[in-house]
């Protein structure tokens, strides 16, 4: 299931949403400029790299390797991994950003990332791959969404073999399906050695990590604060 962009109306501009797409686009856009020996060697500075931060944290020094826990958030494995990301923070974002407001917004989204990476490093501590990508601080504004908005219809993209269609789902049904399958696919792949990186693997922790923080989190950033506002 694909989602797709629909009218929900939001009350004010999404302008951290915008403008995290527009970020995330340009580093990409870096990032493809560099010769393969460059781009190496800049995601292992700036990706998270669960092997050098476990390494931090036995030596007592983790300040160095903890900025990657931010830094990886803009890092992007490829064209479609870039996509798929910026599509949901896309649709999803706004809405989320226009209860939270812009600044509570940006922490929030900062936060759930980091906490979305390390939970995936919780699983493979030892790993030398570099992990990155936004996807789990997306995963946390899907997870707040789902509480505020669960009602909402998602307008879905669904493959029926030769014929795709679209359908309207509710959010409820669309993101817990969504979530149930980051965590069965995390919970499949704990003895499976999976490429979380420039190869293609998925951090599946890292999406259903983000996601339950997303969903702790936001009422505790005040997503149902404002109680003026129809929900929609």
């Not at 479609?80 to 706004?94: C, Q, S, Y």
């Not at 951090?203 to 997503?223: E, R």
Request: with cysteine; glycine share 10%.
């Amino acid at each position: 299931m694909v989602p797709l962009r629909d009218n929900n109306p939001t009350q004010t501009t999404a302008y951290i949403t915008y403008a995290l797409i527009v970020l995330n686009v340009v580093i990409f856009l870096f990032e493809i400029s560099l010769t393969p020996p460059q781009l190496n060697a800049f995601l292992q500075e700036w990706a998270v790299v669960p092997r050098e931060l476990t390494s931090s944290f036995v030596n007592g020094t983790p300040a160095g390797e903890w900025i990657t826990l931010f830094t990886s958030q803009f890092l992007h494995a490829g064209f479609l991994h870039l996509g798929g990301n910026m599509l949901f923070l896309w649709i999803f974002g706004n809405n989320v950003e226009d209860k939270l407001g812009h600044v509570r917004f940006i922490l929030f989204y900062l936060l759930c990332g980091a906490l979305a990476a390390l939970a995936q490093w919780f699983f493979a501590q030892q790993s030398p791959i570099p992990s990155l990508g936004a996807s789990g601080a997306i995963a946390g504004v899907m997870g707040a969404y789902i509480l505020r908005f669960p009602r909402a219809e998602v307008l879905t993209l669904l493959p029926l073999g030769i014929i795709i269609t679209t359908v309207r789902l509710p959010a409820v049904l669309f993101l817990g399906f969504w979530f149930i399958q980051q965590a069965f696919n995390g919970t499949v792949s704990l003895n499976v050695q999976t490429d979380v990186g420039m190869s293609g693997g998925v951090a599946y922790w890292a999406h259903a990590g983000g996601f339950v923080f997303g969903a702790v989190l936001g009422p505790l950033f005040g997503l149902f604060s404002d109680k003026t506002r129809s929900d929609f």
